[in-house]
């Protein structure tokens, strides 16, 4: 008698959330041309994370890794993202917490940053991105990056 695996639905939705979002993150390692070889995030590649499925008002720093991906639900707004990063920047002020809506495209140079197709808030401890910042800032690498853009990332 042929055996037959039952799958939960939910399941699979989250696996391929997940594998996109781990693609997307592989995809911002990658060295890019219009970028002066530079990758979109050069320390993404080093970079432990996890990613959680989360309610927008049930987020908080995690333990254990450098940045968390919280995937949220598609209805919410981009000023819904904007106003839950700031006020977790404000409840956690060792933290950044950037948004990532799937409807608010984001390029440097002309390369794509954001994942385009899910709703994301990231969370990274303040201290070690400003490091990076700080390091990055040695180099040609904001060079590439027009003024809104900077000053909506670095500077906050």
Request: net charge negative; with cysteine; hydrophobic share 35%.
């Amino acid at each position: 008698m042929l055996q037959v695996a039952v799958i939960p639905l939910a399941s699979v939705i989250v696996d391929k959330v997940n594998k996109d979002i781990q693609d997307w993150i592989l995809s911002l390692t990658k060295p890019k041309r219009e970028l002066g070889r530079f990758a979109t995030c050069p320390y993404a590649q080093f970079a432990k994370y996890k990613i959680e499925h989360r309610s927008i008002s049930d987020l908080e720093p995690l333990e254990g890794v450098e940045v968390a991906v919280f995937v949220l639900d598609d209805s919410h707004t981009l000023e819904e993202l904007l106003e839950a990063c700031r006020a977790l920047n404000e409840a956690y002020p060792d933290y950044v917490f950037l948004d990532d809506h799937k409807d608010d495209h984001t390029y440097i140079n002309g390369v794509q940053t954001n994942n385009g197709k899910y709703n994301l808030i990231l969370c990274q401890n303040k201290e070690k991105l400003t490091k990076a910042r700080e390091s990055l800032k040695t180099t040609r690498y904001y060079s590439y990056w027009d003024e809104s853009m900077y000053n909506k990332i670095v500077q906050g």
